[in-house]
């Protein structure tokens, strides 16, 4: 199974279509929020350019149901030619005789930015006439999508069949940074697993238990953990449904010699309010009615002891509620711990990755991935349609 990079294909004056991840957040007057995922495909649109290739750049942008002009990507077109320095050609269908016309004319070293793909309902269900619409627009297919590539949709999986096809230099840079973690991590290798509920990390758990020799669990999800222990955790978020599942991953981690850290102390609050009573506290006195929504000092400073002895660190999922300041010191603290490890960091998960970038430190992580939904499916060991997609010929 071998996967080509764009680097491996002569592009020149050839009309090269690159499916993107420009799905960006936008406010209220439909104004960028924040532009990260169209500078992580710069890369791959600028030396596309440079090599002379009609760049033919498409992208799904929101969750529109058909066309729904709340959702054209003119506002993406703009910030791409700001970010540029060029015009990029914007056309208003992503099929059809209205783009083809465009690339006619359009010159080496130009780019392009098709419709919203998701106009076409066909996109979503992977159709192969849609996909042979997208594919008759170009000579070549890219996939730079690593933040869609858990779809397996007309634009990120089914065209890769119908044209010589190469992964762009995000999609190559996530494959194998992640691919790095699950298969051969500088060790000692250590997991710090957060965020708010166990039931969307099982998976992530499972497969990192036999890789990792430390697991650190902090986030809402250290609760069940404590629950199952036997403490009180009073008003805590806890999956009673998950508690066996707590104590499982417990003794395994024993049994295999991974080292498992719990928070040994905790923030708790009265209420989840901005203004609440907040005490810090071991988990084992959480006082009757209260909540955990943070991890202490303390238990900070458990965990940078163990990111510092590791050579590989991996992070998904804040310690704390970290929108609410007066909850927000585990998490910063350990991005702090994680921006100042002395080995490879790398950080996925939306929540994650913003806290990161909320406290100035993206500079410092080996590896910030693009990906959200992507990234952890990667990581659970699952096959991304996307990716496989690029392999299979
Ligand atoms: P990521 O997006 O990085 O994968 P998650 O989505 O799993 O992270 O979790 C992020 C959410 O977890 C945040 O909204 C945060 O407020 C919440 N959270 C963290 N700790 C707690 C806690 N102790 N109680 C309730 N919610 C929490
Ligand atoms: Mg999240």
């Given amino acids: 199974m071998s996967t080509l990079g764009i680097q491996d294909l002569s592009v020149?004056?050839?009309?090269?279509?690159?499916?993107?991840?420009?799905?960006?957040p936008v406010d209220e007057r439909n104004e960028i929020t924040d532009d990260t995922r169209i500078r992580a495909a710069l890369p791959t649109i600028e030396y596309l350019m440079g090599q002379g290739a009609k760049v033919i750049l498409a992208s799904h942008f929101g969750r529109p149901k058909g066309k729904d002009e709340r959702y054209r990507m003119d506002v993406v077109a703009r910030r791409l030619s700001d970010l540029?320095?060029?015009q990029v050609i914007k056309a208003d269908d992503c099929v059809?005789?209205?783009?083809?016309?465009?690339?006619e004319k359009m010159k080496p070293g130009e780019a392009l930015l098709l419709?919203?793909?998701?106009?076409h309902p066909e996109e979503?269900?992977?159709?192969?006439g849609f996909a042979r619409q997208l594919a008759e627009l170009a000579d070549v297919y890219v996939n730079d999508a690593f933040g869609a590539a858990h779809r397996a949709h007309a634009s990120t999986a089914g065209m890769a069949g119908l044209l010589p096809s190469a992964a762009g230099f995000l999609m190559q840079k996530e494959v194998s940074a992640l691919g790095k973690v699950l298969s051969n991590p500088d060790k000692p290798f250590m997991a710090i697993i957060g965020g708010a509920k166990v039931s969307d990390k099982i998976q992530l758990l499972e497969n990192f238990l036999s890789r990792v020799n430390t697991l650190a669990i902090g986030g809402g999800m250290a609760n069940t953990f404590f629950k199952a222990q036997g403490f009180e955790v009073g008003k805590s978020l806890v999956e009673e449904n998950h508690l066996d599942f707590a104590r499982r991953l417990i003794d395994a981690a024993s049994r295999q010699g991974v080292r498992l850290l719990l928070p040994g102390e905790v923030v708790v609050a009265d209420r989840m309010a901005a203004d609440a009573s907040t005490r810090v506290v071991s988990p084992r006195e959480v006082p009757e009615g209260w909540m955990i929504l943070d991890i202490g000092p303390k238990a900070v400073d458990q965990f940078a002891q163990a990111v510092r002895e590791s050579r590989t660190v991996f992070w998904n999922g804040p310690m704390g509620v970290f929108e609410i300041p007066a909850f927000a010191a585990g998490t910063e603290g350990m991005a702090r711990a994680v921006a100042s490890a002395p080995g490879t960091t790398v950080v996925g998960g939306g929540d994650s990755v913003a806290a990161i970038e909320k406290f100035g430190?993206?500079?410092?992580?080996?590896?910030?991935s693009t990906g959200g939904g992507a990234s952890l499916e990667f990581l659970e060991g699952k096959e991304l349609p996307g990716v496989a997609a690029l392999a299979a010929k």
């Fill in 96 to 103: 059809g005789d209205e783009p083809k016309r465009l690339i």
């Fill in 124 to 128: 979503e269900k992977n159709d192969p």
């Fill in 12 to 24: 020149e004056g050839k009309r090269v279509f690159v499916r993107v991840d420009f799905n960006v």
């Fill in 84 to 86: 540029l320095h060029r």
């Fill in 115 to 119: 419709e919203n793909v998701r106009f």
């Fill in 361 to 368: 430190l993206a500079g410092h992580i080996t590896h910030i």
